[in-house]
């Protein structure tokens, strides 16, 4: 699996192929594709304070073999297991993301070329 994180003044790939391999052991995709990704920094200076920091958001869709909706329950494991950045997820099941591909869906035709990880 190939992934690209920014570096910081901590290494974010270890923690976010770590945390990628929770979330597969835990869910079992089939897919996870990456669809989008926010980077904000901010750089104090000052007298008192030389300081700067970077939030990571990036935004996963989840592809399972099912097509019970369980983004909720997933959302929940990646926010108490993701702590380096934030991370939102969109869950779907093969079958419902094919029909949104033929039907022309933009969302699922431009999500559907990038693919972070197939298992």
Do not use: W
Not at 86 to 98: D, F, K, P, R
Request: charged share 20%; with cysteine.
């Amino acid at each position: 699996m190939d992934t690209q994180i920014t570096k910081t003044g901590i290494d974010r790939k270890p923690h976010f192929n770590a945390f990628l391999e929770l979330l597969v052991e835990k869910f079992q995709p089939t897919r996870i594709i990456s669809f989008g990704q926010q980077t904000l920094r901010n750089k104090l200076k000052g007298c008192f304070v030389k300081k700067k920091t970077e939030q990571v958001h990036c935004c996963l869709l989840i592809c399972m073999v099912s097509c019970n909706r369980i983004d909720y329950e997933i959302q929940d494991f990646v926010n108490h297991h993701y702590q380096i950045g934030q991370a939102t997820i969109v869950c779907h099941g093969e079958s419902t993301i094919q029909e949104q591909i033929e039907a022309n869906n933009r969302f699922f035709i431009t999500g559907s070329v990038r693919y972070l990880s197939s298992f």
